[in-house]
């Protein structure tokens, strides 16, 4: 997704030029297709290259464009317009003086083209972010300064954006955003802008962070906050709780993997303060009366967390069922006054946030379960609830969705009012333990190596392992472009038999001895029948062992959180499938870390 960054250094501070690669190269994490830097130095220069950061390098190597204390970046992830030189942002105006970096949608560009196009204007891209320099220079050339030029633009744009604009020969630079994220980092050296705080979390953890509908105006002095008419908003600066360190890979080889590791001190980090292990509950810092049933909507990985949260919540007798986000409509609400939950790691998902206003505007109440504090998701809804797994740099989720799978449990918990069971308790502060010796002790990397030429994979699990299911096939496919499709269990045999072969493994997760875990058991039988592989993930409880070829094992635990460690299991063997592949495990193709388009 694209990325902006900003600087403007104080006088004698460190080039801008340099501090903006750094940014760039911070948010490659989010996935792009191109990159750009503008650079005011008296003159204004742009340098955009198709394709990654180091190419933008050359380029600038290349041109030369001199020391600048000022200027703006951008990482493009294609919405209008193939990925090219052409499309790369920044846009300028006819004449250079105006250089703009922009996240999100124009919906009504086509029309204000026509209409630049009209009085003269040329465009150079194909891009809806290229009428926004044209209309500040239409209005300069009205006689508006700089600041109100900025404004009267933004002012005629309908859509999502997080717009920031640099000029020749002056010393600012102006944003506003609407519908897009944007947060601007102070330290002694000077003023940072971008869209995530990792582009600047090298330089400083102290941000303040904007709202839609506001507008920014940062000078080597000073940031300057106002609303749509131009009164000033005092803002307190807010600290991030990363470092560098949070966000380096720690010598893991990728992101991805290092973040795999991380889940023992996410999850104790989520747990820490809530559960009372000697009064037996569970307190989460939320105020909520009257919950008669709960709606959870979510995308992707954290659409299978939701899933799992709608089961933790029914066994606690709380009526709940899940959506995904982008489905989700008032129709959805018909009859019922439920309460809401956006389920969404980055707090940004176009698709999540748009149901989570659906459900605002039909009068519900909503609650975010996010990783982002200060996101949107988290400002919008009436409450949040953190689920504190620390910065996410690898774009496949991972210990997010660990993360929020606690999360929500601790949250069923909670709104399940009573003394929790104490083998509830008992098991939820021994989960990190478990999360370890999984990691510690996991054959999933020999496992992989076995199925690496697989044609296809598929993943079965009934009740918590049903999600979990879904989510090791589509952490699988992400990272691996290998085909994998999870099913509810007793489903294979309405279909998904047919395509049993002996070159594609069957995952099974078969925790527990239930009823459900019997059941899973025959499945497997039928599948092995079908000459089809099968790997166990299994914590011995079961006799699936027998019908398998190989064992991925799990400690023994609550039912609720066996399915949590399984799931460390597949996102390992998701892993090393596709590290002997040699994918891009951190940036996988056509992916992006939020997804800010509908
Ligand atoms: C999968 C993945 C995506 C996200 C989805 C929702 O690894 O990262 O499927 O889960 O785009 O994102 P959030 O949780 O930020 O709303």
Redesign the pocket.
Known sequence: MCGIVGYIGREGQEDARDVLVGGLENLEYRGYDSAGLALSNGDLTVVKREGEVTELVSALEENNPGAAPVGIGHTRWSTHGEPSDANAHPHTDCSDDVAVVHNGIIENYEQLKAELRADGHQFESETDTEVVPHLIEAALKRGADRESAFRSAVDRLEGSYAIAAVFEDADDVFAARQDSPLVIGVDEGGYYLASDVPAFIDHTDQVLYLEDGEFARLTPETVGISDADGRPIEKSLATVEWDAEDAGKSGYDHYMLKEIHEQPRALRKCLRGRVDGIERTVDLDLELDDVGGVHLV??????HAALYGAQTLRSQGIPAQTFVASEYTRSSLAGQSPLVIG???????AD?LGALRTARAAGARTLAVTNTVGSTAARECDQALYVRAGPEIG???TK?FASQQIALHAFALWLGEGMVDSDQIDALRTLPDHVQSVLDDSNARNVAREYVDASAFFFIGRGYNHPVALEGA??LK?ISYEHAEGFAAGELKHGPLALMEDDAPVIAVVTGDDERARKTVSNVKEVQARGAPVIAVTDGRSDVEQYANHVLTVPETEPVLAAVLANIQLQLFAYWIAAELGRPIDKPRH?A???TVE
């Open positions: 979510a995308c992707g990985t954290s659409y389920v969404t790691q980055s707090g940004e998902t999540t774009v496949a989720a997010t589509l952490k992400e992916l870390k939020s997804v």
